[in-house]
């Protein structure tokens, strides 16, 4: 079994800043992509920001420049560094990976975190 566990969600300022962390535990043999997507009331999910086992990044245009992502391989965790936020920003923030399990040698699949709530509100 495969878990992904976020946190670091909470109210801020517009203006402000907030860390996000999501953490794969279980049956890891490797983490391919680990992506963050954000889903507001009544909105469908997007991409906010993925990165890739070689390091690569791609960022929604919303998010461009004020929002980073980044990994440690060592602790199979992600990381979204949110500056500037706006109250557009606020939602529920899911993490995602494509792992492949250690008794799965060809395949991989998609997980998915249970979601941490960023509100930007004064």
């Known amino acids: 079994q495969v878990q992904l566990v976020e946190s670091g969600g909470g109210l801020v300022q517009p203006g402000g800043s907030l860390r996000l962390s999501c953490a794969a535990s279980?049956?890891?043999?490797?983490?391919?992509?680990m992506a963050w997507y954000r889903q507001a009331p009544g909105q469908q999910r997007e991409l906010v920001a993925r990165i890739t086992n070689g390091d690569s990044t791609n960022y929604a245009d919303s998010v461009a420049g004020r929002f980073t992502i980044s990994r440690e391989n060592a602790k199979n965790t992600v990381y979204l560094q949110m500056n500037n936020l706006k109250p557009e920003d606020t939602a529920a923030y899911l993490c995602?990976?494509?792992?492949?399990?250690?008794?799965?040698?060809?395949?991989?699949?998609?997980?998915w975190g249970q979601g941490t709530q960023v509100t930007v509100s004064s």
């Open positions: 995602n990976a494509n792992i492949r399990r250690v008794y799965d040698l060809f395949s991989s699949g998609d997980y």
């Open positions: 279980g049956s890891i043999g490797s983490i391919n992509a």
